[in-house]
């Protein structure tokens, strides 16, 4: 064999091969069977498409290892079709097509059939055979195929589609070596056909007679011919498939990205002559290509695939849905798995949350025993501890969240609380889909939009990500507590059974959730105008949850989100805690800092001189707090909350809480000089607050201010890390704006009507 | 006698005429399996009467009432 370089050809130092199937498939566990965890998650350039992509684990067996090269694995979103009708479909042609800046020409690909519905799946291996790129099928969830009276002969589906086939359960790592070497071989003969004279085909391409485009209709072939003809005069490089694409998808969809903003009106225009010509001809576009792959399909499959008619008993997942999709025990099952999931968010989290905390606070002491009182010690103990810290708590929440979604979309689930919940969504302008990203962001926004992942529809999926952050999440409760057991009366009724503060509780609670009804009516009336979206969904059998690939989409996400939102909140935290430290004389602070530790060692004899100091602290604190920039800038917006009810002091707390809204007790806490680090039950806190006075000498807390504050916060966009996440998840930092904006303005105006409502009823 | 696929009632099975029209949703049912010819039983709706789920091509499938519209069928 010739070594590459001799021939003169370089190789690239990397092969690359892409994934692609159909949605349900068991894509996902082939993939990490393929390449185990180390996955890479990102965008594609411009889109909101995942990129992810894997290193192929070569097994130790091989006695060829695809002559030392490196194969990179990418896996393509499920689809259904190459057509380019959704962002995910159109990314998929550009990938295989090598047109996608960032990723390399795959060299083959891997397409993913489902071996029960094989029928249906080989729709989209009929399109990706197109490309002329070398094609291996696994043909996947083989272990299922005699319960279910399918009888398939590989050797006779290789033959008659001209491509290799390797049975696989990936689920169970079945046949994943066998596939893995498959691939080695395909490359390797791709390698050697490279550099051999030899015209013939590579391994693993079927020839363009055998193509179901063949069967198209003549006057569309010939039509195509002149097509390429003339792109190539043009010299737009485009396969001839995406130019059948041009000529037979909807325009308004994603077929046009291929084309460059200055070449798309000559292209347009050519495409239309085109058409206007075939129609001229008799033959209306869309639907012949389906008519023809069908046909390609049933052709290629007689003799191949059999199946017993189906037995009139149901299978057991038929009997699981019957019980789960009916009208009224399916409801009630789905709400209760809800308020499952919702509890263990809040109340399993709960102790990896604390635990992270008494990690941080211990951190922090050990931290201060280092490091003498000044900036540094403040900047990493105030600033980036308690700021990355405040990230870092919620991820036993992204945990717990993404396992649920995990279990459920592995074992089916998913698509049923979809179909469930659809007709109730869609009347506010989204889908079933949306359901569950909005419940969760009741826990907390951050994996409630990540969550939207799961819709494809890209207007359905923005409004959701817009109205995912007035859901009332978690860090909202401890404001909610701390301003109910201060300012609202322990009133009770029916013998305790109802209280005025738990009635406050859940109306602050909902409020979040009931004004995003209109929000989203609005937004999908005006901001994201159309047609509404289609739901045809597959509804795919249950199975048992692979524990590996639940625990892998956990692991990503989880990842994903230390490492970009950690970043970012980090600088933000850094940000923060500069404007509230500088400028201002932190030496009377600090050396008051050092006394105290010094007494601290032996709190028993100097308790008295302790109380004293510490008091004096909080006051320095508090008279630094406001110099500071924070400070100032709380001053300057107080006629801007004075309508609000609030005075600077709160400002400077809703100004300082706006990275992080549960922040505003500890900077309240600050502020009112009882020092940092109180937590929202302190009646300390509650006492302070309630004996503020404005100059005049009246109260500056009323039952209408606390209750002005409460609807702020419900209804505020005051978490950079959820802003960060709709940047990350949206690419675009337009709609982190938007929705910073939208809220604000809303919280502002709903806490100008309470306070009004309020403060007229009660002098 | 022909009609649309969303009169069909739990349980009953028909015979794909046609899927009328031919924008992307038509291109759409069409290469998720409803043929002409192809069988189609209906199993049930959703709480709110709407989607509804059917079972075409040896899989099932969920469509809201303005895409079984679209679908022309002969009862059997």
């Known amino acids: 064999m010739d070594s590459p370089l001799q021939s003169g050809n370089i190789p690239p130092s990397t092969w690359t091969i892409a994934l692609i199937g159909n949605p349900n498939t068991g894509k996902s566990s082939l993939f990490n069977a393929l390449c185990g965890s180390n996955a890479r998650v990102g965008n594609y350039a411009g889109v909101t498409v995942e990129h992810k992509t894997g290193r192929l684990q070569i097994p130790a067996t091989a006695n060829r290892s695809a002559l030392g090269r490196i194969v990179e694995v990418v896996d393509l979103p499920g689809t259904y079709s190459l057509a380019a009708r959704s962002a995910d479909e159109a990314v998929s042609v550009e990938v295989l097509a090598g047109e996608m800046p960032g990723v390399a020409k795959p060299n083959a690909i891997v397409v993913i059939l489902d071996s029960v519905h094989l029928e249906r799946n080989l729709y989209l291996l009929s399109q990706v055979l197109e490309l002329g790129l070398p094609t291996i099928i696994a043909l996947n969830m083989w272990d299922r195929i005699v319960a279910e009276g399918v009888r398939i002969s590989p050797d006779k589906l290789s033959e008659s589609l001209g491509v290799p086939v390797v049975c696989t359960s990936a689920a169970k790592r079945v046949g994943i070596d066998a596939l893995k070497l498959q691939i080695l071989e395909v490359l390797d003969s791709l390698h050697s056909s490279n550099n051999s004279t030899s015209k013939a085909l590579p391994l693993a391409c079927p020839s363009t007679e055998s193509l179901a485009s063949a069967s198209f209709p003549e006057p569309f072939r010939t039509q195509v011919d002149q097509l390429v003809d003339w792109f190539a005069s043009q010299k737009i490089e485009l396969h001839r498939f995406q130019i059948e694409r041009l000529l037979i998808d909807d325009p308004k969809g994603h077929s046009f990205r291929v084309v460059s903003k200055s070449q798309a009106p000559v292209v347009e225009a050519k495409i239309n002559e085109a058409r206007e010509a075939l129609k001229a001809q008799g033959l209306g576009i869309p639907l012949f290509e389906t008519r023809a792959r069908y046909a390609w399909i049933k052709q290629k499959t007689l003799g191949v695939v059999e199946r017993e008619p189906k037995s009139l008993q149901t299978s057991t997942s038929d009997k699981i849905d019957r019980w789960l999709t009916h009208r009224w025990i399916g409801l009630l099952f789905f709400l209760a798995l809800m308020f499952l999931i919702f509890q263990s968010i809040t109340l399993v989290a709960n102790w990896p949350m604390e635990g992270i905390e008494a990690a941080q606070g211990i951190l922090g002491t050990w931290i201060e025993s280092w490091i003498a009182p000044g900036p540094l010690r403040s900047l990493v103990v105030e600033g980036i501890l308690a700021g990355v810290g405040g990230v870092v708590v919620f991820l036993p929440q992204i945990a717990i969240l993404f396992l649920f979604i995990g279990i459920l979309e592995d074992c089916g689930y998913m698509s049923r609380a979809a179909f469930m919940m659809d007709k109730f969504m869609a009347s506010l302008g989204m889908s079933g889909k949306s359901f569950l990203p909005l419940m969760s962001s009741f826990a907390c926004a951050i994996p409630g939009i990540m969550a939207t992942r799961t819709i494809e529809n890209r207007k359905d999926r923005m409004v959701t990500i817009l109205i995912a952050p007035l859901m009332s999440c978690s860090a909202r409760w401890p404001v909610y507590v701390l301003m109910v057991s201060a300012f609202v009366p322990a009133t009770t009724w029916l013998n305790g059974w109802i209280s005025l503060r738990g009635t406050v509780l859940f109306a602050m609670m909902s409020l979040g959730a009931v004004v995003a009804i209109p929000v989203a009516w609005i937004l999908k009336r005006f901001v994201f105008p159309g047609e509404p979206s289609t739901f045809v969904m597959e509804l795919s059998s249950y199975k048992w949850p692979s524990w590996r690939v639940v625990f892998a989409r956990v692991w990503e996400r989880v990842q994903a989100f230390v490492l970009r939102a950690g970043t970012l909140i980090f600088v933000t935290s850094v940000l923060v805690w500069a404007a509230a430290y500088f400028p201002g004389n932190h030496q009377t602070a600090d050396s008051l800092t050092e006394k105290l530790e010094t007494l601290q060692q032996d709190p028993e004899t100097n308790s008295t001189e302790i109380d004293s100091l510490t008091s004096q602290i909080n006051l320095e604190k508090s008279r630094l707090i406001s110099e500071s920039y924070l400070g100032r800038a709380g001053q300057a917006i107080e006629p801007i909350v004075r309508p609000l009810g609030w005075d600077g002091k709160i400002g400077i707390a809703v100004l300082a809480s706006f990275p992080a809204r549960e922040v505003i007790v500890a900077t309240l806490g600050t502020i009112y000089a009882l020092g940092s680090g109180v937590d929202e039950s302190n009646e300390g806190l509650a006492d302070q607050l309630r004996a503020a006075t404005w100059s005049d000498g009246t109260q500056v807390f009323s039952l209408a201010t606390a209750c002005s504050i409460m609807v702020f916060f419900a209804l505020c966009a005051q978490c950079a890390s959820t802003l960060m996440t709709i940047r990350r998840e949206t690419n675009s930092w337009r709609w982190p704006v938007f929705s910073f904006v939208y809220m604000t303005t809303l919280a502002y105006i709903g806490a100008w009507i309470t306070f009004r409502i309020l403060s007229a009823g009660s002098p | ?76």
């Open chain 2, 1 to 76: 006698m022909p009609c649309s696929l969303d009169e069909l009632l739990e349980g009953q099975k028909a015979v794909i005429i046609e899927v009328i029209g031919a924008d992307s949703l038509s291109a759409r049912l069409l290469e998720m399996g409803l043929l002409p010819g192809e069988t189609i039983e209906m199993i049930g709706s959703a709480p709110m009467g709407d989607p509804t789920e059917y079972m075409v091509f040896n899989y099932r499938i969920s469509l809201r009432k303005p895409e079984a519209k679209r679908v022309l069928i002969e009862r059997t």
